[in-house]
């Protein structure tokens, strides 16, 4: 029986996917340097992951395996994707994270809300894509736009890749699932404001134009998504 935070790692020389150009122990090397930051953001959330195989297409993964160490804890809740009770692991220390690494996962989502506080989201987060086969410029004006109405609200956030073809914007909040809401409808309002040749909350489509939409935590404390804004940038 494995002792607590023990790890067998195996096949660490094979292809970590078709055409990655790496094999399974430069991702866990790239775990191991990344954790101190990857922790912290991972700690004491549900977690879903995105796992690649050679000759296979990625899949999503929520529910831990059977066959998971006993020793990774866990957190039991209602997805509303999947209409169902899921076991979504805790990633709260390297040896999960080097065990999830050695089972491939490659891409990590963790819930905004923390386990057992499902309705206070840490984030708000604003996910702004680029209207169909347009550049990525246009969501990164949108973002502009957005980062402006958070500084005359005198807020904050952070830019990342959406993980697609646009950005998403964090921003930390200490609120209720329905302020953070409200307040994403409020950003997106004062966006539109700036400049209405960039952005609209109108929810019709409109050639030319980003689509920004706002994340929020449900009761569930997975996240659901509403089109709620259209932002575009030069031609």
């Not at 529910?63 to 866990?74: C, E, K, M, Q, T």
């Not at 209720?176 to 040749?197: H, K, N, V, W, Y």
């Not at 706002?214 to 089109?227: E, H, I």
Request: glycine share 8%; proline share 7%.
């Amino acid at each position: 029986m494995a002792e607590a935070g023990e790890v067998k790692l195996t096949h660490l020389d094979d292809p970590l996917f078709d055409g990655a150009g790496a094999v399974k122990r430069d991702l866990l090397s790239y775990l191991e340097a990344a954790s101190a930051f990857l922790l912290p953001e991972l700690r004491d959330r549900p977690l879903s992951v995105i796992r690649v195989r050679a000759g296979q297409q990625p899949f999503m993964q929520k529910n831990l395996p059977d066959y998971a160490p006993g020793w990774i804890r866990s957190f039991t809740m209602w997805a509303e994707t999947s209409r169902r009770e899921v076991r979504y692991p805790l990633c709260d220390d390297w040896p999960t994270l080097l065990w999830l690494g050695n089972q491939r996962a490659v891409e990590y989502h963790a819930t905004l809300s923390l386990a057992g506080q499902l309705d206070r989201p840490s984030y708000l987060v604003l996910d702004i894509d680029p209207p169909p086969g347009g550049p990525f410029g246009h969501a990164v004006a949108a973002a502009h736009l957005i980062r402006q109405a958070l500084s005359d609200l005198g807020l904050a956030g952070a830019v990342k890749t959406s993980g697609s073809k646009g950005v998403h914007v964090f921003v930390p909040v200490d609120a209720s699932a329905e302020e953070a809401a409200a307040a994403t409808r409020a950003i997106a309002t004062r966006a539109e404001a700036l400049d209405p040749s960039l952005a609209t909350t109108a929810l019709s489509s409109r050639t030319g134009t980003g689509r920004c939409s706002w994340t929020r935590r449900g009761r569930s404390g997975r996240r659901w998504r509403r089109p709620t804004a259209r932002g575009c940038g030069p031609g």
